[in-house]
């Protein structure tokens, strides 16, 4: 007999396969509901979450009217860093758990970062573009080492990018409001404001998480104070970006060049300015698409989803611990 339903909207993940055997084998019944699949068939998300118990959750929108639709619901098992797209808040009214997997699409994300800062800043897609069309360009780009980076949110990826980043010679500086002074003192990064490090580096990095204090933080007077011909890197979420003012900074040829794994709507719209400039580089939101991030994402998801399930209240990597306190008081109303 089922011990309950599990939703799967990670897009990557499918019938059969790792996350799906251990769900079934831990006596679940899963089903799969994808984005694509959806849009293809007219379901809705509410439709989908109907009579579900927990979710493995990719991107998809998880606001307050799909949890309320889902009356069964006990956890979210995010497949990833950033759950803005989860409505906690609602969640947590609802007793129901958010769950997320920090730390583990860390080195995927920053090997995305240091492929772009040499992108960048040798020119590859202009370069490879060229050749493809038949020219032999050789224009002079710039090294690494010797440059100073700038990491905005000196978290999980930032560090790792720090790490890699001073071992190929770069400086790093690097803001954050709740800095690790241990960190610091080991690391060799040196400390900085927001304005000193928009400054300072050749390359800015943006490793934040999307909430109402880093929503708009790199706005248009922050790339005014940007380095002549520096380079914007965000692999952090569209939203902490102001696109149009970077498009003008970008056409004016203040910025050197961006690269930019997350936008603001995703997919791109297909008028977006950002398509017109060849040092813009834009990636489908690709930082943990890797094999192994996305094994290592998926199945600590899938076990905190079976251990809440299981009974155990407090998993791991819980969002809203506050979420027991609603959950008790459904449960005595309910009683
Ligand atoms: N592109 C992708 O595929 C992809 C994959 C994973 C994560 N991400 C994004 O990367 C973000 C960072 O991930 P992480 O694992 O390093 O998270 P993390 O929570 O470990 O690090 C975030 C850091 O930002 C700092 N911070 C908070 N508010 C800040 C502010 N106003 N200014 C500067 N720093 C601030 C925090 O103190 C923390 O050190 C995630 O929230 C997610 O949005 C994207």
């Known amino acids: 007999m089922s ?3 599990v939703l799967i909207t990670t897009a990557y993940l499918f019938p059969g396969g790792e996350v799906d055997r251990m769900l079934q ?19 809705k998300l509410t ?9 493995i959750a990719g991107t998809d929108a998880f606001t307050a009217e799909v949890i309320q639709a889902a009356p069964r619901l006990r956890v979210f098992g995010r497949c990833g860093v950033g759950y803005d797209n989860i409505d906690v808040a609602a969640a947590t009214a609802s007793g129901v758990a958010v769950t997320f997997t920090p730390g583990a699409n860390r080195g995927s994300v920053s090997e995305l970062v240091l492929g772009q800062m040499i992108n960048l800043a040798r020119m590859l897609p202009q370069n490879i573009a060229a050749v493809r069309a038949g020219g032999w360009e050789q224009r002079s780009g710039r090294e690494l080492a010797g440059s100073t980076l700038g990491i905005v949110g000196l978290g999980s990826i930032g560090k790792t990018v720090a790490t890699a980043a001073i071992a190929l010679g770069m400086t790093v500086v690097a803001f954050d409001p709740f800095l690790d002074e241990a960190l610091i003192e080991t690391s060799g990064v040196r400390p900085m404001s927001l304005e000193g490090l928009l400054t300072a580096a050749d390359f800015v990095s943006l490793h934040i998480f999307l909430d ?7 706005d248009r007077k922050a790339l005014a104070l940007m380095k002549p011909g520096s380079f914007l890197i965000n692999t952090a ?18 910025l050197g060049g961006a690269a930019l794994d997350v936008v603001r709507q995703e997919p791109l719209p297909a008028d977006s300015r950002l398509r ?16 192994e991030a996305r094994s290592r994402s998926s199945v600590m998801a899938a076990k905190q989803v079976i251990a809440l399930l299981d ?7 819980l969002v809203n611990a506050d979420y027991l306190t609603a959950a008790g008081a459904l449960t005595e109303r309910k009683a």
């Open 212 to 218: 109402d204090s880093t929503r708009d933080l790199i």
């Open 47 to 55: 439709d989908a979450v109907a009579d579900v118990d927990a979710i």
């Open 3 to 5: 011990r309950g339903r």
């Open 237 to 254: 979420r569209g939203e902490v970006v102001d696109e149009e003012a970077l498009a003008d900074a970008i056409e004016s040829g203040h």
């Open 25 to 43: 084998s831990a006596g679940f019944e899963t089903t799969f509901s994808k984005y694509q699949d959806r849009l293809r068939t007219g379901e």
């Open 276 to 291: 017109q400039f060849d040092n813009v580089i834009v990636t489908a939101h690709i930082g943990a698409a890797t094999v």
């Open 311 to 317: 009974g155990e209240p407090t998993p791991e990597h």
